[in-house]
Structure formats: C-alpha cells, structure tokens
C-alpha cells in the first residue's frame, strides 16, 4: 500500500513562493474567481447539480463568483463576525502572465516522472486554495491521487487508513456531499479510535504533501 509522504524544502513549487496576497492582488489578473462562503470555520463541498434531486438538502457552503480585489478586501479586513471565505480557483491561461510565468516554472518534469513511477492515473487539474486561519475541510476522500504544496501559512492535515473508511460513514452515492464524511470533525478528533496520521504542513519552504 503506498504510504502518503512529507517532502520538506522540495522547491517543487518555487517560483511560487512570492505569492502573497499582495502579489497575487496584483498579478492574478480580472476575472471571477470561484470563492466558497460559509457562515461558520467548515466549508464542505457539495455538487450543486446533484443538490436539485435533494428537496430537503440545505447547501453548507455557497459558490460565488468574486474578483480577487473583493476577494482582497474582505479578508484582509476580517472580523469573527463576518462570514468566512475560501477561494479554489483553478490554475489555467485564464490567470495573468506573470503566474501563468510562475506556474509553467514548477518542477514539472520531476512531477511528471514520479506520476509514472508511482502508475498514477491523469492529474486533471491545479487549483490554488487561499483560506482563512481556522478554515476547516471535514474528512473527505480525493477522486485521484494529488501533491499538496503549502506556499505560506499552516495546515494540518489528518489522514485515516483506507480500512477506516466504513466507520468515517461517507454520505451515499450520488449525494450532494457524496465522498464527504458524515462524522463531524469535532467528534473524529476526540475519539480515540481511529487510525490516522496528522501532519503539520507549514509554508514559506516549498513543503508538499
């Protein structure tokens, strides 16, 4: 079984080290961003087509479409209070020159070698996650395997063996919230029970998970 692994000071990503806030202000360029809300720390996802069959499902988060100077503004000026954001933009042609420039600098080829080398399936996609201290995603399985790359801040992540997978109770199938748990977050951490590994994954080294 393949084990997951901290790779500390791997620079895979450093050419994107620069990217603070008032960089990415200045060089992510005009568009809409796609930035999740929630009113409280827990920002689970939910398909929102799938959330038409569920009359009675209430979104927890909402998706809006947001330029980063908003997007700027709001959380640098937030207050506990307010309601929380998270933006998950998607990384393509679409972003400005200057990250796109960054972007193609990434250690692509030792990706892509390590890609083969573990049999992988396709990587469809790079997102840029920024959240707030305290921003929470409860438990929830990927769709394909993934390098995490923390560029600034702090996150630690808990990750359960694959045999616990019955007892973290995913919702069903087809579910808005489908590969989410339906355990909350607060009583997973204070039940003993469960086999998981945490791991802190601080930023301002190219530290990827």
Same mark, same amino acid.
Request: glycine content about 6%; aromatic content about 14%.
């Given at each position: 079984?393949?084990?997951?692994? &901290?790779?500390? /000071?791997? #620079?895979?990503?450093?050419? *994107?080290?620069?990217?603070?806030? /008032?960089?990415?202000? #200045? %060089?992510?360029? $005009?568009?809409?961003?796609?930035?999740?809300?929630?009113?409280?720390?827990?920002?689970?996802?939910?398909?929102?087509?799938? *959330?038409? #069959?569920?009359?009675?499902?209430?979104?927890?988060? $909402?998706?809006?479409?947001?330029?980063?100077?908003?997007?700027?503004?709001?959380?640098?000026?937030?207050?506990?209070? #307010?309601?929380?954001?998270?933006? $998950?933009?998607?990384?393509?042609?679409?972003? +400005?020159?200057?990250?796109? =420039?960054?972007?193609?600098?990434?250690?692509?080829?030792?990706?892509? /070698?390590?890609? =083969?080398?573990? %049999?992988?399936?396709?990587?469809?996609?790079?997102?840029?996650?920024?959240?707030?201290?305290?921003?929470?995603?409860?438990?929830?399985?990927? *769709?394909?395997? /993934?390098?995490?790359?923390?560029?600034?801040?702090?996150?630690?992540?808990?990750?359960?063996?694959?045999?616990?997978?019955?007892?973290?109770?995913?919702?069903? &199938?087809?579910?808005?919230?489908?590969?989410?748990? $339906?355990?909350?977050?607060?009583?997973?951490?204070?039940?003993?029970?469960?086999?998981?590994?945490?791991? *802190?994954?601080?930023? +301002?080294?190219?530290?990827?998970?």
């Amino acid at each position: 079984m393949q084990q997951p692994v &901290l790779l500390k /000071n791997s #620079d895979l990503i450093g050419t *994107a080290l620069k990217w603070d806030l /008032n960089y990415l202000k #200045d %060089n992510l360029g $005009q568009g809409s961003f796609s930035v999740y809300s929630s009113r409280t720390h827990k920002f689970m996802y939910c398909d929102d087509k799938r *959330a038409k #069959d569920w009359p009675s499902f209430v979104p927890p988060t $909402q998706r809006h479409d947001m330029k980063f100077e908003e997007f700027f503004t709001r959380i640098t000026n937030f207050k506990p209070t #307010d309601t929380r954001l998270y933006l $998950q933009q998607m990384l393509n042609d679409s972003v +400005g020159k200057n990250i796109v =420039k960054d972007f193609l600098g990434f250690k692509w080829s030792w990706l892509t /070698n390590m890609q =083969k080398k573990m %049999n992988w399936g396709t990587l469809t996609s790079n997102l840029l996650l920024i959240g707030l201290p305290g921003n929470i995603t409860p438990v929830h399985y990927d *769709a394909q395997q /993934n390098f995490f790359c923390q560029v600034t801040g702090h996150k630690r992540v808990i990750l359960f063996h694959p045999d616990q997978f019955e007892c973290l109770y995913p919702f069903p &199938l087809y579910h808005p919230c489908d590969r989410q748990s $339906q355990v909350g977050q607060d009583n997973l951490e204070e039940n003993n029970h469960y086999k998981c590994f945490t791991c *802190a994954c601080p930023g +301002g080294g190219g530290n990827s998970l």
